[in-house]
Nanobody, 124 residues
Framework: QLQLVESGGGLVQPGGSLRLSCVAS????????IGWFRQAPGTEREGLSC????????YYTESVKGRFTISRDNAKNTAYLQMSSLTPEDTAVYYC?????????????????WGEGTLVTVSS
């Protein structure tokens, strides 16, 4: 059983940056693709970015391309989402999730494990 815990959320001004972390425990995260998702009130959970378990392949949805960067450090069992040029539209609860198969990311229903989420608020 893989447990995921997100951190790094908070209040940031428009144009600012944040780095989210996702720490895994229970099973070596190196077997899993990691995805970052977000959900704003009244909306469906949205897949933002994915990273392959070990070959460095990444995916970004159009709305975050050029602004967000996903990375991972398997030795630390941790994945990251570096976010920059944030706008109020980026306000949401951000989740990390793991999938055994990279092809399953970023389909929310296909992910195998989820964290509890961390709130990101972009406001002046």
């Amino acid at each position: 059983q893989l447990q995921l815990v997100e951190s790094g959320g908070g209040l940031v001004q428009p144009g600012g940056s944040l780095r989210l972390s996702c720490v895994a425990s229970g099973v070596t995260v190196g077997y899993y693709a990691i995805g970052w998702f977000r959900q704003a009130p009244g909306t469906e959970r949205e897949g933002l970015s994915c990273i392959h378990s070990h070959d460095g392949s990444t995916y970004y949805t159009e709305s975050v391309k050029g602004r967000f960067t996903i990375s991972r450090d398997n030795a630390k069992n941790t994945a990251y989402l570096q976010m920059s040029s944030l706008t109020p539209e980026d306000t949401a609860v951000y989740y990390c999730a793991a999938a055994f198969y990279y092809r399953d990311c970023p389909t929310p229903r296909a992910m195998d494990y989820w964290g509890e989420g961390t709130l990101v608020t972009v406001s002046s």
